[in-house]
């Protein structure tokens, strides 16, 4: 109840904070900009009135903004106009026609201007005109500024370059001045100056320049591609938009330049994304880059960011390019740039909604399962060979055991026939437990997602405004997902010179999930188990105790001790809630022109809470109160653990405050441009949280019961146990501090030299000062080798060439100057006092990680745009590594974690695109091909365990090799009298399994290869006709190799089938022969050791190669505006379909698995992504 009410409570303060918004939102979009059509039909009767009146009587009738100028009088001038009912394209044309007068669309408001006025010279009467700055904005045909464009003045020296928004102001200019506006890949255009009125340029793409010209941000500034001397990568925007996900990241995948994806990893596997820019460049430390949004790194979970908001991504690869955010930078850095308004736009909104509709999970993928036949008959040879025998007669712990086992046992003791043992034995393994999981607690997934945004501006204010909306039905049933977005922005410039920036962006995830599943998957994972019978009954199925014991616990006032999975649906429900708000906000002044002074603010606060509801109803509760139950008289007297729910609890708080201030200088002179920003900034980031857990909780009236967490209690039915109160406290506080600039030059337009520094501290580091600091810069240049006049080349016209060398920086965390301890909330066994555990052992010489780079590129374009691309080569090397070092055992410790290790890497990325087909169809094909090697060159512990390299997550570095690598025991095959495995051992072939495991020294594994990718790309496609568009994206992963799970029959035997069961199983060794086409064991006589198994499942022949090449996915639109169908009620709209998950293609493994989806040990559960259709519109108003 009181849940309820604090959901509604929420809900409607949500709602309410929604609407108001909203509306504030929505009556300022109002005020500074109306909604047009050149559309719309308007009557005007006018009889000699001045062109000016006219123009404003058409405004307010159409309700469109006209901008207009009194060159030579125009205004003045008498017209005469009378139209009925007429569009007013038709109106403007009528009227200005015939004063030699033309009109255009710009930002959203009609210009109109003379014909032809930027042809006709400014006459020498005209240069002695009064002079005076201008203010202009250069936009391209779709109205997006461009940031960096050069405005000069014709015949002079004074020029200037366009800021982020696009705007520019240059002096010194006058009536007749003609202005010449460039910007790469677009065609240069001249205009003529009228008066001091604000001015809109429109840049069109020249057709033999490149196409794709974006300005890149560092999260600091906006750089034009043109001036860039260091790597950055943008994922191409077409096939970003047209990819349907629920966030920003997973739309990267396979279309970004040197970004991969790792799968299979201790990260991945844990639900995030494990993400590697030009490969891996620490060991221990930190090895994600670093995710920037809006100018400051972003703390919080980046897939709950919604994509709709995101106007660009950029990739910093490089020190040139990533060495501004200094020992963050490591591993490179993402930099996401969100949707704001534009200046001088009327309103516009879009609203973009899908669904997303995914195939069941594919359960017969995963290779830990047995089917029903295999899974008995290994029940049964343990059975004879007594493996159940201590079970079936231990009456103090009273194990459960399978129906397959019972049923031995009862034809063994007499109580059942052979015959009527067989027959319930052969129904069973007719039975597949994945039916029922299917039939119960799986389903289509479901993803509904709704988009909505509005955004505007005047001259003096820009504003952006949206919210999503996303629904999330998970493939497994009770499990969905909820986000609702909130995001807002506002410019102002209240006076000259100055501008404010404010914004605020919200997000609100519920999680709901049900942890049946868990509980079945694991040792109750029986191929043969029914989960319900005909009718859709539960059935119970055996779990912790046998079913005899149970029954009798249930004489004595125990409570029902019996577990029925479909019946435990929802009675525990985990409640994931997350509130993530940003605020932020900015001063930028003018001081002098191309000099501002600038001040930025962001606090980050988001809330965490989890809420783990057992009901008393549940398994879990009944069994827990069980146990702790107090016996007297052989009957329940009592509970130590009060009668109700159990509630768990855990908050988490993470606030973040981020301040900078900086320079910015740009000017423009002559022959010459700088282009320089200096600054200082601080970050502090706070982690509170605690956790508890509640018993006898009552969620009607919000009440539990106290229970004794210190005392040993009795178990029943055997053992002795302590009430975990799950209560814990913990913190952590972060400060960084960091000074930073940087700086280019441009000579000519042809070269270009930059140099950036950045010097950080941090509290991490607090032994010795000079080491809480560490300076990184870079330094860069570019060469514009086609405007050389030597250069002749037509059929390449667009060349450059780039080289930077730099360094960025890595932190650990969990590693610091100084030994840091965690207090225990429960007192020692004996002592029951307070005590503390060493989580980190201080290091007096503790510093940052270093990566030096090395960056060679070529950029460059053929005639026509049929080939463009970026080729880069790369070198790094890392110093100060983090790693291990031996330390003298008698001070209690056996290493100690340091900067040790060094490390470096090498590779290209090479990116192609190629316009194959133009013309009404349109084929355009994109090529991205990365290569990436890493190795340690320094690392001074080394461990002499073999047994610690060759498993599939282990890894310990080796000199000479990746930090992540597969390392493998030699193999001499399987023996033809028995299909043992066998090795070597001294070089002689060997079967001495614990001798061999034990005598190997790492330097004798072998080597099979990296684990993860060292080439990668992927292959895009694009046809265009008329307004139809079809793209599919191809990815690759080649150049590595992974270890997959086989049989092991000791574990099998002895810490249960389900484990450990494996399909191999049916690829066994079982004749003499079978090993001239298998490579698994014979299955192995039940006194074995395990050491056989070790070896086996340590030799090349678990190792696969993990190349293949995967259709990603397809995606099909159909665009329609006002030129195709005049009643459409919207602006424009796009209907679309995508599928996600195609398919293989290729696969280098023989197992048929997906190397995107190896399952660990264990892992009954994992499978592959299913095949996903979406269907969704896009419509802008």
Known sequence: MLKNLRSKFRYKSFVLTVTITCFLNCALATEIARSQSLDKRISIDIERKTLKETLDQISKLAQVGIIYSNAKGILNKPVSIHVKEQPVSKVLSELLSPLTLTYEIIGGQIVVKFDNLSSRPPSQEQTLKQRFPIKGKVINLNGLPLPGATVKIKGGSNSTSTNSNGDFEISDVSDSTILQISFIGYVTKEIVVINDEFITVILQSASNQLQEVSILSTGYQNIPRERATGSFAQPNKQMFDARVAPDIISKLEGITSGLVFNKNTISSNAGNQDLSIRGRSTIFANDQPLIVIDNFPYNGDISSINPNDVANVTILKDAAAASIWGVRAGNGVIVITTKKGTNREALHISFNSNITISEKPNLSYNPNFLSSSDYIGIEQFLFKNGRYDSALSDMVNYPAVTPVIQLLNKQRAGTITADAANQQIEQFKAYDVRNDLLKYFYRKPVVQQYALSFSGGSEKATYYFSTGLDNIQSDKIANNNERITINSQNTFKPIKGLEVTTGLYYIKTKANSDNTLNSIYGNNYLPYLKLADENGNPLEIDRDFSREFKQQALSKGFLDWSFKPVSELGLSPILNSVNDLRLFGGLK?????????????????????????????????????????????????????????????????????????????????????????????????????????????????????????????????????????????????????????????????????????????????????????????????????????????????YLKARISYGFNGNLDRSTTGVTTFKYNALGATYTNQTYASIINIGNPELKWETIGITNLGIDFGTKNQILSGTLEFYWKKGTDILGDKPFASNTGITSLRGNYSDMKGHGFDLSLTSKNIRGK?????????????????????????????????????????????????????????????????????????????????????????????????????????????????????????????????????????????????????????????????????????????????????????????????????????????????????????????????????????????????????????????????????
């Open 589 to 797: 002044y003018s001081i002098l022109p191309g000099l501002n002074a600038e001040v930025k603010y962001q606090f980050q606060q988001t809330q965490n809470e989890n809420r783990f509801d057992q009901s008393l109803q549940s398994y879990n509760v009944r069994n827990l109160i069980n146990q702790y139950s107090i016996v007297s008289g052989n009957k329940v007297t009592g509970y130590n653990i009060p009668l109700g729910d159990i509630l768990s609890v855990s908050n988490a708080k993470t606030i973040s405050n981020n301040i900078r201030g900086q320079l910015d200088y740009q000017k423009d002179w002559q022959d010459h441009s700088v282009s320089a920003i200096i600054g200082y900034e601080l970050s502090e980031s706070t982690l509170d949280s605690r956790g508890a857990y509640y018993y006898g909780y009552n969620d009607d009236v919000g009440t539990s019961s106290p229970v004794n967490g210190t005392t040993t209690f009795n178990l029943n039915p055997s053992g002795t146990g302590i009430i975990n109160t799950g209560q814990g406290i913990a913190g952590t506080l972060n400060r960084i501090r960091s000074s930073f600039a940087n700086v280019a030059y441009t000579y000519l337009g042809k070269y270009t030299l930059s140099g950036s520094g950045r010097i950080d501290g941090s509290n991490y580091f607090g032994v010795k000062t000079n080491q809480k600091n560490v300076p990184l810069w870079s330094v860069g240049g570019l060469w514009n080798i086609d405007k050389e006049k030597f250069y002749t080349i037509d059929w390449l016209p």
């Open 921 to 1181: 169809l349109n084929w355009i094909t994109t090529i991205l091909f990365s290569a990436t090697h890493d190795k340690v060159t320094r690392y001074e512990v080394i461990d002499r365990f073999s047994t610690n390299y060759v498993g599939s997550y282990n890894y310990n570095p080796v000199v000479g090799k990746p930090v992540y690598g597969i390392y493998s025991y030699k193999s001499a095959g399987l023996d033809p009298a028995n299909g043992d495995p066998r090795g070597y051992l001294n070089g002689v072939i060997s079967k001495d399994y614990s001798s061999i495991i034990n005598s190997t020294t790492p330097e004798e594994l072998q080597y099979e290869g990296p684990a993860r990718p060292t080439v990668f790309g992927g292959i895009y496609n694009s046809f265009n006709y008329q307004r139809f568009t079809l793209a599919f994206n191809i990815s690759y992963k080649f150049g590595y190799y992974f270890r997959r799970n086989s049989v092991n029959y000791y574990d099998m035997y002895n810490l249960g089938i389900s484990q450990y069961m494996n399909n191999d199983y049916d690829k066994r060794w079982q004749n003499p022969g079978d090993e001239n086409h298998t490579n698994v064991p014979s299955m192995a006589p039940y006194s074995t050791d395990g050491f056989r198994d070790q070896f086996y499942n340590g030799t090349s022949a678990t190792v696969e190669k993990g190349d293949h090449i995967r259709l990603q996915d397809i995606s099909l639109s159909f665009d329609i505006d006002k030129s195709v169908w005049k009643g459409l009620p919207v602006k424009q709209l796009r209907l679309y379909v995508y599928t996600n998950n195609v398919g293989i293609l290729w696969r280098a493994n023989h197992s048929h698995l997906d190397p995107d989806a190896v399952p660990s040990i264990g892992d009954s559960q994992s499978t592959i992504s299913p095949r996903s259709f979406s269907f969704g519109l896009k419509t802008s108003f």
